[in-house]
Nanobody, 116 residues
Framework: QVQIVESGGGLVQPGGSLRLSCTAS????????MGWYRQAPGKQRQLVAT???????NYADSVKGRFTISRDFVKKAVYLEMSSLKPEDTAVYYC??????????WGQGTQVTVSS
């Protein structure tokens, strides 16, 4: 069984920064990629950033230049450094760990609120 646990969310003022962490545990041979997605109230879940085992990154246009994803696959962990946060970044942030092209696991999510 695989468990995905996110941490680091919270309340921050516009222009501020936060660092999200995600750790996977359980039975898994290897990780193909890990990533962050977010879902705001009334909206669909959308990609924020992903990173592959080879370090290839992909970012949503809305976060490019402000967010940075990094990983430590030995620790089965992925991080998201968020800066210059905007109110529209407010959402529940979910971590996804992809093991194969058809197998992936989601965490429970961590709330990020950007408000003054």
């Amino acid at each position: 069984q695989v468990q995905i646990v996110e941490s680091g969310g919270g309340l921050v003022q516009p222009g501020g920064s936060l660092r999200l962490s995600c750790t996977a545990s359980g039975s898994m041979f290897n990780i193909l990629s890990m990533g962050w997605y977010r879902q705001a109230p009334g909206k669909q879940r959308q990609l924020v950033a992903t990173i592959t085992i080879d370090g290839i990154t992909n970012y949503a246009d809305s976060v490019k230049g402000r967010f940075t994803i990094s990983r430590d696959f030995v620790k089965k962990a992925v991080y998201l450094e968020m800066s210059s946060l905007k109110p529209e970044d407010t959402a529940v942030y979910y971590c996804k760990t992809v093991l194969t092209t058809t197998v992936g696991y989601w965490g429970q999510g961590t709330q990020v609120t950007v408000s003054s």
